[in-house]
Each structure stands twice: as C-alpha cells, then as structure tokens.
C-alpha cells in the first residue's frame, strides 16, 4: 500500500480523505488474471503427460503409456482457448450502459471492436446476474471461459464498489464508449464520473436517431465543469440499426474518433475523487472477499479431483453410468460454447474484412493456429492412445492365431515319428506351405529335458526375432 501511494504521489487532501482505505483497484478482469495461471497449468499437465509416456515407452509399456493419450489431446484443445477465448491485453477502452441493453448492443460492440482494431480492448462490467458463481468456476472453467469470452454480457467485475473501481480503471484507458439509448439512474452516474476524468475527445457518446444530441449536451454541461465550448467537442454518434449502409457509415465515424484519440492512456483525475469517495471499500471487506475467493477455489478444485477419484475408482454399474453422462452432458455443453466462441470470432473476421484489414489478418491468425490444434489433437490421440491399442490387438491376435496353427502341426510330427521312430532333424519335417500369423516361416528345433528329446516349432513373431 505505502509502495502504491508512493508510486502514485497521491496529494495530500486525498491521503487524508482515504485514511485506512486503500486506492480503489480497478475492475476485476477474469479472464485476464486466469489466463497465466491456467497457461502454467496447461505447461504442468502437457509436460507430465509428455514424461510419462516417454518413461513408459522407455520401459516398453506402450498400453500404460497410450492412457495419457486423452489429457495431451485434451491440452491440444484447451489450448485453442487462447486463441479463441483469453484477451490479448487489458482492457484500454471501457464500455458503459444499461444492463437492460446487452442482448440488443451485442452487435454494435462487435463493431465497435473491429473499428478499434488490436490495439484497443473493449469490455465493460458484467451483468452481475449474468456471473458465474466463484464455487463452479473450477468446477466448469473451461465453460465458464468461454462464455466470458466475447459475450454479449461483457466480462469485467465488481460489486458495491464499481463506481470507485471504473474511477481506477480509467487510468489505463484510452476511451470511453457511453451507451445512452437506455438511460438509468445508473448510466447517469457513469456519464458523470466519466465527463470529469476523460477529456471530451477520449469520450464517445452512442444514441438513438430519436434521442436529442443538444439537450444531452445541456444536461452534460450541468453535470460536469465542462465549458460550452468543450461540450461541443463531445463525440456523439447515431446508431441508425443493422443495415449495411449504416454499419459503414458507423465505422467511418468510430475510425475518425479513434484517430483524433490523444496518445497514451488518461491516467487518474485526482477531481472525480468526490464522486467516488463513499463508494470505495475499506481494507477489512477486501480482504473477507479475497478470503472467500480463495476459498471457493480450494473447495471447487477439491471437488473437482473428488469427483475424478471416484469416477476412477467406479468398476460399473448404474452410479458409474449416470458419472459417465454427466460428464457427457458437461462436455456437449462446453463444445456448444465453443462453436458459439468461434462462430463470433468467425463473424468479426468478415466484418474486418470489410472495414479492418488488418484486424481481419490478427483474427484470421488466430482462427488457424486454433484450427491446427484442433486438428492435431485426434492425430495425438490416434498416435498415443489408438495405434498402441490397435497395435497390442493385433499382436494379440496373430499370436492366438500362430498359436493354433502351431496346435495343427502336432499331426505332421507325430507322423513322422510313427514313420521313422525318431524325431524330425532339421529339414526333414513337412510343412508345406504354413508359416506363422506374420508370414514367417516356422524354425525347427530339437531340445531335451529329463523326459528326453522333444521337438521345438517356433514362430519369430512381429519382430522376426527368435528368443524375444
């Protein structure tokens, strides 16, 4: 804390004003603070994997080693979600509007995405109904990323304090977008805070064609210090529907105000501390959320591995039938969200086309590589799982087989032992055309045990190699 004060040179008036509380955080970004750890995890699990089948192929167990054959396909899939689902950076221009707004601003933030292009990230606060509770998220992770990933729903997080917490956030961002076509109590506050930390060109204002853009204006040069001249230099555009000539019209206008952003991010505004002052929560209830957290992941990785245990331990029957399912069903569900993922990034890829070219060439990137790791994943089940498996059948079954044919030549001995009251040299037996279950010819050998001399037919097996 004394290190962020520092490093923050917080004047004097607000050191005073804050008195135990520390600086408000900005908003919880999920996915951002899960990726390195899941990335850790996925490196732990896929090298594990890699040591084990290679300790037991060196140990010539292929058939143990071929069980690893699911978790290294399954780490090819997971990690796709990297391309698909986890954000490139942190968020640099934040999203406000009204909750009630979400499913039908889907698309325009969907353009307004490709507009900003990869250098920008846009998202906002989630709807708080619209959370995955923390207990299910190791419980569900690979779902719950995916639907956090490019939802209609956004995917930042805060509670009682989320005033205080977009006051923070704004210091890393370039911009702000304001949906004002749905206004609440709410979106109110939101425009307020946001005209005193943002100069009038990071803002942008997004309306309906029967909204008035001068009476917005008035109301925000009463809201806010701002001069009639500065209110004039706000950014407002109308958002006119889906058609294409106005998507076109909406992306020229989103380009010209991405080009007159001013460099670099805004950076605190010591004046908007006002209006976020009581919002701002103390160190004790930090610290009980933190704690809460933590323990909702132990619980849930705890049951997590639970449950594996005991789907391991099962040997059948109606309780291992209805794990089974189960896990089918959570799979069919993550799949569906997958396709749903990479179905709207499929989507923003043609819209870039159009209107970002280069956007389209990071997304294009991003849709083969994930692409190639779907496809390398059932290679690496079939090389590690499948072929092992196949390749022990069919070893299997020749041998049973040689093992009859050889049951066969008992005749032919016993033949030529009636015939010539002795055992067959080499050479002497008749075969004719048998040979082993791999083409191989049979060797003759004689041998002798305390019964005296008997005759040996041997098959060199799949290796051609006698004696292994």
């Known amino acids: 804390m004394l290190s962020a004060?520092?490093?923050l040179e917080l004047p004097d008036n607000i050191r005073g004003r804050l008195g135990t509380k520390p600086l408000p955080r900005p908003l919880y970004d999920p996915l951002l603070t899960l990726k390195p750890w899941i990335f850790g995890l996925y490196l732990l699990i896929l090298t594990?994997?890699?040591l084990e089948i290679a300790l037991f192929y060196f140990w010539e167990q292929p058939l143990i080693a071929a069980t690893m054959g699911g978790t290294v396909a399954g780490s090819f899939i997971f990690l796709t979600f990297f391309f698909i689902a986890f954000p490139r950076r942190a968020t640099n221009v934040l999203y406000l509007r009204s909750f009630r707004k979400d499913k039908e601003s889907e698309?325009?933030?969907e353009l307004l995405e490709v507009a900003f292009g990869v250098d920008f990230r846009i998202s906002g606060i989630r709807?708080?109904?619209?959370?995955?509770p923390t207990l299910l998220r190791p419980i569900?992770?690979?779902?719950?990323?995916?639907?956090?990933?490019?939802?209609?729903?956004?995917?930042?997080?805060?509670?009682?304090?989320?005033?205080?917490?977009?006051?923070?956030?704004?210091?890393?961002?370039?911009?702000?977008?304001?949906?004002?076509?749905?206004?609440?109590?709410?979106?109110?506050?939101?425009?307020?805070?946001?005209?005193?930390?943002l100069t009038p060109s990071r803002i942008l204002f997004i309306v309906a064609p029967d909204q008035n853009v001068d009476q917005w204006k008035e109301e925000m040069r009463k809201m806010s210090d701002l001069q009639a001249l500065a209110v004039d230099e706000l950014n407002f555009l109308v958002w006119q529907g889906r058609g294409k000539a106005n998507q076109a019209a909406f992306m020229g206008q989103v380009a010209c105000f991405i080009q007159q952003l001013p460099p670099g991010d805004a950076g605190l505004n010591w004046k908007a501390f006002p209006l976020i002052e009581e919002t701002i929560a103390n160190a004790d209830s930090i610290k009980r959320v933190r704690i809460k957290t933590i323990l909702a992941w132990v619980i849930g990785i705890i049951l997590v591995n639970l449950f594996a245990f005991y789907l391991r331990?099962?040997?059948?029957g109606l309780l291992q039938d209805l794990a089974i399912?189960?896990?089918a069903f959570v799979a069919a569900f993550i799949g569906f969200a997958y396709l749903l993922t990479v179905a709207g990034k499929a989507r923003r890829f043609v819209v870039a086309l159009a209107f970002n070219k280069n956007y389209a060439r990071v997304l294009a990137g991003e849709l083969i590589r994930a692409t190639l790791l779907l496809l390398a994943a059932p290679l690496a089940f079939y090389f590690i799982t499948i072929k092992p498996v196949m390749d022990a059948y069919d070893v299997t079954t020749r041998t049973l087989q040689t093992e009859m044919i050889l049951s066969g030549l008992n005749l032919p001995v016993q033949k030529f032992l009636f015939?010539?009251?002795?055992?067959?040299?080499?050479?002497?037996?008749?075969?004719?055309?048998?040979?082993?279950?791999?083409?191989?010819d049979f060797v003759h050998r004689i041998s002798e045990n305390r019964n005296g001399p008997y005759i040996l037919l041997i098959s060199p097996g799949p290796d051609e190699i006698l004696d292994t």
Not at 145 to 169: C, H, P, T, V
């Open 140 to 197: 569900i992770l690979g779902w719950m990323i995916l639907k956090y990933a490019g939802s209609r729903y956004l995917n930042l997080e805060a509670g009682d304090d989320w005033k205080a917490r977009i006051w923070a956030s704004f210091k890393g961002c370039r911009a702000a977008v304001i949906d004002l076509r749905d206004v609440t109590e709410f979106v109110r506050e939101e425009v307020a805070l946001t005209l005193t930390c």
């Open 419 to 440: 015939m010539n009251d002795r055992l067959p040299g080499p050479g002497e037996l008749a075969l004719g055309e048998m040979r082993d279950a791999w083409d191989n």
């Open 313 to 316: 331990d099962l040997s059948g």
């Open 48 to 50: 594990a994997a890699g």
């Open 107 to 109: 698309w325009i933030r």
């Open 325 to 327: 399912t189960l896990l």
């Open 5 to 7: 004060v520092k490093r």
């Open 127 to 132: 709807d708080p109904r619209q959370r995955t």
